[in-house]
């Protein structure tokens, strides 16, 4: 897990590198303007899905209060399951990650090896996926809205799913206030 974290992280980072150093050019001389938007509408993002239902809110900004005060590595942003991802690790315990997924709710989730177990976290539905990546592993995921979620997820080197879901629990309790609600 910890390897495949390691590679994760070095193949976005490189990403990341490779999409700065080509973004700007000064082969052509210009000012930059932004694109104006529809009557009516305002524009809070120049990203793909304009109607991104999180807005400014960073992945990362929801993880490092959980994770920091129990010693884990600082956060680095991931690009795994949405451009909204965060990660990071605690040497000899595991890992852990938290996704702000704007086009996908909690209903298009895969449970890959576990079983999806309906629960509410605060006063949101969510689903507990004990085992979703095998032993030691476990995802929690929150409906923000019918197609946008956030998912919490711990994989641990030695322990229990349950042991797993109970972080990832804690992550997800933690963040869920500061989630916005959903139309």
């Known amino acids: 897990m910890i390897m495949k974290s390691r590679l994760l992280l070095v193949v976005s980072l490189a990403t990341l590198l490779t999409s700065g150093l080509t973004a700007c050019s000064t082969e052509k001389p210009g000012n930059a303007t932004p694109v104006p938007t529809q009557p009516g509408r305002t524009s809070t993002s120049t990203s793909a899905n304009p109607a991104d239902v999180f807005g400014d809110l960073k992945a990362c900004d929801l993880l490092e209060p959980t ?44 449970a890959g090896q576990g079983t999806k177990l309906p629960t509410k976290v605060g006063s949101r539905d969510a689903v507990e996926i004990p085992g979703d990546a095998g032993k030691q592993a476990c995802t929690v995921a929150i409906a923000v809205t019918a197609n946008a979620r956030m998912t919490a997820s711990t994989g641990l080197n030695k322990g229990t799913n349950e042991e797993a879901c109970a972080l990832s629990r804690e992550i997800a309790t933690a963040a869920e206030p500061k989630l916005p609600r959903g139309n």
């Open 67 to 110: 994770t920091m005060t129990k010693g884990f590595d600082p956060p680095a942003v991931e690009t795994y399951e949405s451009d909204n991802g965060c990660g990071t690790r605690k040497q000899g315990f595991g890992s852990v990650t938290l996704y702000l997924v704007s086009d996908a709710g909690i209903d298009q989730l895969s």
